[in-house]
């Protein structure tokens, strides 16, 4: 078994010049999620319920991750193990189709509540910092929980399907719309709505997201040196606005659109060139 290494210079191993100790965050436990959310509730904006009350029907237009609520808590009976639940709020954009031609755009708000369980490990220590916090009281005795820290990430979802409901299908209450914190309210610019009891929405989302649990820790990493910039910084401040115009590239790409969209990765003179950009000779 190799020796322990030690904070301090480290010699012959391959440029490493030492071992440092630093205080970082590190990450317990994670997964990823593919969730198909079907049967979403859409609560529309007041001013659009005459609206979907003569749809004849609706599609799905596009949806806007506002914010994930998420609260972290010990698993019982299962020591180091943690429950994640997390609320989704969404701003969708819905299509909806009436006996004119044109689609009038609808717009509401849609809940999703998931949960997850993963491990954490487990700590007792109090943690006291003398960090400064403007606006907060400067109390010594000041300190935080050691549950873990919990990190969602999430991009926005896409709207796989939109569908009406008529009257007598289907009972369920508002309590969603009860629970919508104020700031998430005020992302609407309007009242929102159940919407008439005659007919409701409800939509499927596809949702990408990953969850990872992340405790304060202390690490031993290799060092091998000082991370030191080797680009000069630009002058923004120029005098002379022709010499910092002439140094932005000639923009190709917008007078000569290529034939097909071009990888990651790849240069137009790839396209130009007839390559595909992704080293496929």
């Known amino acids: 078994m190799p020796e ?12 490493i010049r030492e071992a440092v100790c630093v205080h970082t965050r590190k990450i317990y436990d994670s997964c990823r999620d593919k969730d198909c959310i079907e049967d979403l509730r859409f609560y529309p904006k007041l001013q659009y319920v005459d609206v979907i009350n003569h749809a004849l029907s609706v599609k799905g237009g596009s949806a806007d991750l506002l914010y994930v609520y998420v609260d972290v808590e010990p698993v019982n009976f299962n020591r180091g193990f943690y429950t994640v639940d997390m609320r989704f709020f969404y701003n969708v954009t819905l299509q909806a189709y009436t006996s004119c031609p044109a689609p009038v755009t609808v717009e509401g708000l849609c809940v999703f509540d998931k949960r997850a369980i993963l491990f954490g490990s487990e700590g007792s220590a109090k943690i006291f910092s003398s960090k400064y916090r403007s606006g907060e ?13 919990a990190v969602v990430e999430a991009v926005d979802p896409i709207v796989l399907d939109a569908r009406i409901v008529e009257n007598g299908c289907r009972r369920d209450c508002d309590c969603d719309l009860c629970e919508v914190p104020a700031f998430i309210s005020e992302c609407f ?13 409800y939509i499927t989302l596809g949702q990408f997201s990953i969850v990872r649990l992340e405790r304060d820790s202390q690490l031993l990493v290799p060092v091998y040196d000082y ?43 790839d396209i130009k060139s007839g390559g595909c950009g992704c080293s496929c000779s």
Do not use: H, W
């Open 227 to 269: 991370c030191m910039p080797e680009k000069e910084c630009s002058c923004g401040s120029t005098d002379d606005p022709c010499c910092l115009f002439r140094n932005i590239s000639f923009p190709v790409g917008e007078f000569f659109p290529p034939n097909s969209i071009a990888p990651r990765g790849s240069s137009y003179q």
């Open 137 to 149: 009281p400067d109390i010594p005795m000041l300190r935080r929980s050691n549950l873990p820290e």
């Open 189 to 201: 610019n309007g009242e929102l709505c159940g919407g008439d009891d005659s007919r409701r929405i």
């Open 4 to 15: 322990k290494v030690m904070p301090g210079p480290v010699e012959g191993t391959g440029g």
